[in-house]
């Protein structure tokens, strides 16, 4: 029997067929085992982990007050309630660790050897250092100066030039509460991203912009500081934070490097807007939200200050006037409270730490994560808070307490006073002289944007608003 042959033509023609398939069929079945692979290993883990749990029942379980989940490619032990933020945040310096969580984020934003880059020792002096910042007399003279910049801005900004207006509330309050740098505002954006918790390092176009945010804010601070060096011009009667800073010594007895006074002012400066441009607007969107309490705020400044301004105005704001607005205060607290821009805080662990009260021990591999935004919405009694001093002055712990805007512990924010200060002036300049609503009859609040490291209100967020009772000045 004769074997047929295909022509040369056909045969070429079946031969390119398969060839196209083979070559198109690579691509798809890499894919698929790359699929197969990546569901396989999520499965295995789940399995182990379940598997792991029952054979040693010292590790935390997979859901309750007390749990592990992986985060970030690292075992990561949650524990809720108030219990968990005193366990976390209280936990001694040999047990439990900030600096290696936190390090790799803040150091290419702050700079070297400030905050969580140095031993903890070092950061509590540079705090004892800035302590002159936070006196009586700083806050007295930090109202007119607050009240000024919101002033001005409302004067200058153009989208006040008209009676009534919208107001992009994250583009265009940042201008009202912060300082007209686009270095600040860069490198806050561009640097407290999720992924640079593990790639601080990795050449992306944000961390691009991070860098060269940080070295121009480097060179403003230093190039200060030599020419007050150079003219001597750093007399004590007249000190400001970085004459002070420039005064301050080390342990030894040597005069603080330019470098690391630099970035203890690029930290200070960006911690002590940080608070204002990131919570102000949730402020002004509450208001917006029940307008009532607007006219209650205003009528509040009718009834305790006096009408010693231009035209029978109000007087300008005091800090004594501050303490004599109970309803301001209490506004400002409850939004810090339902809108926390810290969701959670996390510590490495140093040494196995056994949880009082169950059978588990955290292990060295784990962080451990603290969530005070999830204990401020929590029902729970107002206990009484511990006074301590770690250095730098007499403070609350608040490591037991549910609420904790500014942290807890060693670690808390010692800048809590001007925070509240801040705020404080800030709404009361706006309430003076503008009114808010909500557009196309919307209601409530935008949703909480919870994707960045500092949670915020989903964007765009517009609102209504128009000329008060005083128009500016």
Known sequence: ?????????????????????????????????ALLAFVATIVLNVVYQFLFRMLNQTRPPLYGDIFTFILLGRPTTVYLGAQGNEFILNGKLK???????????????????????????????????????????????????????????????????????????????????????EALSGEKKCGFTPINSMLPWAPLPHNKKRDAAHAQMRAIYVDIINK?????????????????????????????????????????????QHSSSSLSPWIMLRLVSQPAVVEELYQEQVANIERTGPNGTLAPLRLEDIDNLPLRQNVIREILRVNSLIHSLLRKVKNPLPVPGTPYVIPTSHVLLAAPGVTALTPDENKKEDIVDYGYGAMSKGTSSPYLPFGAGRHRCIGEKFAYLNLAVIVATMVRHLRFHNLDE???????????????????????WECGAVKFF
């Open 442 to 464: 919307k209601k409530g609040v935008p949703d909480t944007d919870y994707s960045s490291l500092f949670s915020g209100r989903l964007k765009p967020a517009r609102i209504g």
């Open 228 to 272: 007050r060096r150079n003219a001597g011009d750093n007399v004590p009667e007249k000190l400001d934070m970085i004459g002070n800073l420039m005064q301050c010594t080390n342990k030894n007895g040597e005069p603080l490097p330019d470098r690391e006074i630099a970035h203890i002012m690029i930290t200070l400066l960006m911690a002590g």
């Open 95 to 181: 047990d439990v660790n900030a600096e290696e969580v936190y390090s790799p984020l803040t150091a290419p934003v702050f700079g070297s050897d400030v905050a969580y880059d140095c031993p903890n020792s070092k950061l509590i002096k540079q705090k004892e250092f800035i302590k002159i910042g936070l006196s009586q007399a700083a806050l007295e003279a930090h109202v007119p100066l607050i009240e000024k910049k919101v002033r001005t801005s409302l004067l200058c900004h153009p989208i006040f030039m008209e009676h009534r207006g919208q107001w992009i509330s994250h583009q265009q309050w940042r201008r009202l509460t912060s300082l007209p740098q």
């Open 1 to 33: 029997m004769q074997t047929k042959v295909l022509p040369y033509s056909r045969a070429a023609s079946y031969t390119a067929y398969w060839a196209f398939l083979l070559a198109v069929s690579r691509p798809l079945i890499g894919a698929y085992a």
